[in-house]
């Protein structure tokens, strides 16, 4: 056994510092995902490549991300997304910030707003129940041990049902995760979401 550490160089492409697998090397299910990705947003997201890493771990986190994304009467798929960001950008998560960012663009159909809600939620003239998703979400990322009975209450408050708050709470935490794994290995945001849902 060798005692040699492995040296580690990051991926010109995904920025990442684990190896990246070859697509080729990949279990069935996974390089159907990849070409799904590919048929639907015309490239592979790097998350995607990454978490490849350890392929039954990317199978287990992509179908709790599917879970989660499942829109609701009074959680959109946008509400969603904006949770994405806000949880992000107190993280300060690039990669997450500029994927979800796009995904917040093109859902709201509107990339003023989502630009603005990825850049300061509290500035963006989100209405009264919006603010208080943010808010909450925010507040579990940055002061997790503050949360209470009374943040939940806001939630309630705003017409999500405890089953929706029971979602933006684990959403926010997925993406506490996500956002950590992102940075723990470098990972770059593909080119293609930076110009995904803008107006000409």
């Known amino acids: 056994m060798s005692n040699v550490a492995p040296t580690i160089e990051a991926s010109a492409e995904t920025g990442s510092w684990f190896p990246v697998p070859d697509e080729s090397d990949l279990p069935d299910g996974l390089r159907g995902l990849f070409a799904k990705a590919r048929e639907r947003l015309g490239f592979v997201p790097n998350v995607f490549r990454v978490y490849a890493f350890r392929p039954e771990r990317l199978s287990a986190w992509f179908a709790h991300f599917r879970q989660l ?8 798929a946008a509400d969603r997304e904006m949770i994405a960001v806000v949880v992000s950008a107190a993280n300060g998560c690039l990669y997450c910030l500029v994927a979800h960012g796009a995904a917040l663009r093109a859902e709201l159909d ?5 630009e603005r809600v990825s850049y300061d939620w509290r500035r ?4 009264s129940r919006r603010a208080a998703i943010c808010a909450y979400a925010e507040k579990l990322t940055l002061r997790p041990r503050e949360v209470t009975r ?17 979602d933006v709470a684990e959403i926010s935490a997925m993406y506490n995760l996500t956002n950590r794994m992102a940075m723990a290995t470098n990972m770059l945001p593909n080119p293609e979401y930076s110009a995904e849902a803008r107006r000409s």
Request: zero cysteines; glycine letters at 8%.
């Open 69 to 76: 994304h499942e829109p609701t009467a009074h959680l959109s």
């Open 150 to 166: 009374d943040d939940l209450q806001t939630l309630l408050d705003a017409g999500l049902t405890l089953e929706e708050a029971w």
């Open 110 to 114: 509107d990339p003023v707003l989502g």
């Open 124 to 127: 963006a003239g989100l209405d």
